[in-house]
């Protein structure tokens, strides 16, 4: 019998108090490693975000730009012409297709349209009963879109886009903004 019993003394174990802080350490590293990544998927999240506005820029800059190359001139805006909200363009070809690149700010959101084959009386891409055009979503959720002639052989194209929620205040902020100077001759 005293046998069992130095047994059972020298059998150790852990204290109830030892396993509570281990257990409170491990919850402790357990919580900074989840708040540490979901921080990081919130940066990655952020800066995806800003590279897909970016992108998203830079793809309609480029459409306007491939559209002003296969222009023949460009009728407005002219020289010393305050900054206006759109573009209208002579196609080169031998139907001499007018075009114009307008921001339509009476609808929610805000968007660029390229409207070929608008008739040369047509002002500003807005349609007319006869004109017979294509209509082709260029930009969503446009901030600003204005058209500045530099020179002759120059014009300026400033975009804002915005994001599509709003905040708390019921703004929406301003998600990529960009300028460019692109060629683009009244008459060649």
Same mark, same amino acid.
């Given at each position: 019998?005293?046998?069992?019993?130095?047994?059972?003394?020298?059998?150790?174990?852990?204290?109830?108090?030892?396993?509570?802080?281990?257990?409170?350490?491990?919850?402790?590293?357990?919580?900074?490693?989840?708040?540490?990544?979901?921080?990081?998927?919130?940066?990655?999240? #952020?800066?995806?975000?800003?590279? &897909?506005?970016? !992108?998203?820029? %830079? @793809? /309609?800059?480029?459409?306007?730009?491939?559209?002003?190359?296969?222009?023949?001139?460009?009728? #407005?805006?002219?020289?010393?012409? &305050?900054?206006? !909200?759109?573009? %209208? @363009? /002579?196609?080169?070809?031998?139907?001499?297709i007018h075009s114009a690149i307008t921001l339509i700010d009476d609808i929610t959101p805000k968007k660029i349209f390229l409207y070929r084959g608008v008739s040369e009386t047509s002002a500003k891409?807005?349609?007319?009963?006869?004109?017979?055009?294509?209509?082709?979503?260029?930009?969503?959720?446009?901030?600003?879109?204005?058209?500045?002639?530099?020179?002759?052989?120059?014009?300026?194209?400033?975009?804002?886009?915005?994001?599509?929620?709003?905040?708390?205040?019921?703004?929406?902020?301003?998600?990529?903004?960009?300028?460019?100077?692109?060629?683009?001759?009244?008459?060649?």
């Amino acid at each position: 019998m005293k046998q069992q019993v130095k047994l059972i003394q020298n059998n150790k174990g852990f204290t109830l108090s030892e396993i509570l802080a281990a257990v409170l350490i491990m919850s402790m590293m357990m919580i900074a490693i989840v708040s540490f990544v979901d921080y990081s998927s919130r940066i990655w999240r #952020t800066g995806q975000e800003a590279v &897909n506005n970016k !992108n998203y820029s %830079r @793809l /309609t800059f480029d459409l306007i730009s491939q559209e002003l190359m296969k222009t023949e001139k460009i009728d #407005t805006p002219t020289l010393g012409e &305050n900054p206006i !909200n759109f573009i %209208r @363009l /002579t196609t080169k070809n031998t139907t001499k297709i007018h075009s114009a690149i307008t921001l339509i700010d009476d609808i929610t959101p805000k968007k660029i349209f390229l409207y070929r084959g608008v008739s040369e009386t047509s002002a500003k891409g807005k349609k007319k009963s006869g004109d017979v055009y294509e209509e082709i979503l260029l930009a969503n959720n446009v901030a600003t879109f204005t058209v500045t002639r530099l020179s002759t052989s120059t014009v300026q194209i400033t975009l804002a886009i915005e994001s599509s929620e709003e905040d708390e205040d019921g703004n929406h902020d301003i998600i990529s903004s960009d300028t460019m100077i692109l060629y683009a001759p009244m008459i060649r």
